[in-house]
Structures are given as structure tokens and as C-alpha cells.
């Protein structure tokens, strides 16, 4: 058995705690199949749903699990009708730059290859670079990716990738200003504002800055002040996550 202990520069130098679990089964089979002791997690009875074998466990009980595996950290994973839309990260071994399409309904992931894409003038702006640690958000017909860990740097890179046929490919916006992040979030309100939050800095620190932008001007973004939530270091978030919270009122959150 070999135990891989991976951390970044931000260790704090007091130890840790590891809690593990040891499974006679090779694929540590879940709690709706049985283990023979071999390769395979046979079902505990006949009853299948769907094409989800074994799936008397509604989807809403139990993590349900997928035909496909994409083994991977650090990436993003954005949904656009029933398709995800999987990009970059790292396989504790080597950063990835591959976009893989995730078809819900029929199961099956395509690799989407670089040929197929619509071209950019610039070819450095035709797609980005392998990164993970980046942060990601729906918007319109695609998504934006901004930052992350390159195998050069950690980068401010902004990107958006359009998903409609005929129009698909990368599209970088171009800015000088935006900061450089990895471990940080972007999330989305109803008004097609976006808000980039705290993550990691090229020299280490962990950020406690709010961005804001607009989908329609995604190259400009506005440093939000704020004298909420204590102190600054209390305030300095890294690898969290974060989500919009339409209050009422007209009063509108992001948790």
C-alpha cells in the first residue's frame, strides 16, 4: 500500500491528522453492492433503474456512481444543459490543459480536440495553457476560467469558451490589471455579475479581496470594499467555496 501526502507551500509546519479506512474490496465497493474479495461489486439484488445499475438508492439519497472515470484535482467542472464541461487540472503527476465534455444523459465523455475548435487570430490566444487551481463560471453560451497554477506561474489569465456549434472555442480577454489567483471562487448572480473571491497569491499569501465584473465587460473588474467579517486575516480565504443567495428584500448574498 503507498500513501501519497500532497501539500503547497502554505503548510503550516504543525503536523496532521490522517483518518483512513481499510476495505477488503479492490474498489472499495458503496453500501448498495456486496464484496466478493474480487475485482467487481456485484449488486445486492436485481433492481435496476434506469441505466444506473443497482439504483434503487434515489439520486437524492446517495452519491449515484458515474460510467466515467476522469481522474484528476484542481479542475473546473461547468454545466451547460446536460452537458459538464471539464477543464485542466492536476493528476499528481502532471498538469492537464484537455477539455472533456461530459454527456449526462448518454454517460459518455468526448475529448474535445483542439483541431475542432474555432481558431484565434493570435495562436497563443487560441487555448490556454495546462493549469489547475483555476476558477470557473457559466455564462450565456459558455463559461469563463480565470487563473490558477500554470507549470510557469500563477496566472491572471481570463478566458471564455463558447460551446455553440459552429462558434466553439477559446476566447482570451485580454487585461493588464486583473490579479493573479489560484484556489479562489467566481460565482454568478442573477444580474450576470460575477464575484471573484480571495485564493492564494503568486508569493504565497491568502487573499481576502473581493472582485467584481460584468458579463457584458469581463475585462474590467472593481475591488469591492467592505468592513464586513472581522479582521483581514480572518477574511483571507484559500481552496473555499462560495455560492449566490438571492435574498429577499432586494437583498442579495454571496455565502
Request: charged residues 20%.
Amino acid at each position: 500500500m503507498l500513501l501519497l501526502l500532497y501539500s503547497d507551500t502554505n503548510y503550516a509546519l504543525e503536523g496532521f491528522t490522517a483518518e483512513y479506512f481499510i476495505s477488503p474490496c479492490p474498489l472499495v465497493c458503496p453500501d448498495w453492492k456486496s464484496c466478493n474479495g474480487s475485482s467487481e461489486c456485484p449488486c445486492k439484488n436485481s433492481q435496476i433503474r434506469g441505466t444506473q445499475e443497482c439504483g434503487q438508492i434515489s439520486a437524492n439519497e446517495s452519491l449515484v456512481p458515474f460510467g466515467t472515470r476522469l481522474g484528476r484535482v484542481g479542475h473546473s467542472a461547468i454545466r451547460i444543459d446536460d452537458v459538464v464541461y471539464i477543464f485542466g487540472g492536476f493528476n499528481l503527476n502532471i498538469l492537464l490543459d484537455d477539455l472533456v465534455a461530459l454527456n449526462l444523459t448518454s454517460e459518455a465523455a468526448d475529448s474535445i480536440s483542439a483541431n475542432s475548435l474555432e481558431k484565434a487570430e493570435d495562436p497563443r490566444d487560441d487555448t490556454p495553457s495546462a493549469r489547475y487551481a483555476h476558477a470557473a463560471a457559466a455564462y450565456k453560451h459558455g463559461f469563463f476560467i480565470h487563473g490558477g497554477r500554470t507549470a510557469e506561474e500563477v496566472t491572471n489569465e481570463l478566458w471564455y469558451f463558447d460551446v455553440r456549434a459552429g462558434k466553439m472555442g477559446w476566447r482570451r480577454l485580454h487585461s493588464q490589471n486583473l490579479p493573479r489567483l489560484m484556489y479562489h471562487t467566481m460565482t454568478k448572480t442573477s444580474e450576470d455579475t460575477f464575484y471573484v473571491y480571495g485564493g492564494g497569491s503568486p508569493v504565497g499569501a491568502f487573499s481576502a479581496e473581493l472582485y467584481r465584473f460584468s458579463g457584458e465587460d469581463p475585462s474590467n473588474w472593481v475591488t469591492v470594499s467592505s468592513s464586513c467579517c472581522g479582521k483581514l486575516k480572518e477574511r483571507s480565504l484559500l481552496a473555499h467555496t462560495t455560492t449566490f443567495w438571492p435574498q429577499k428584500k432586494d437583498r442579495k448574498s454571496v455565502v
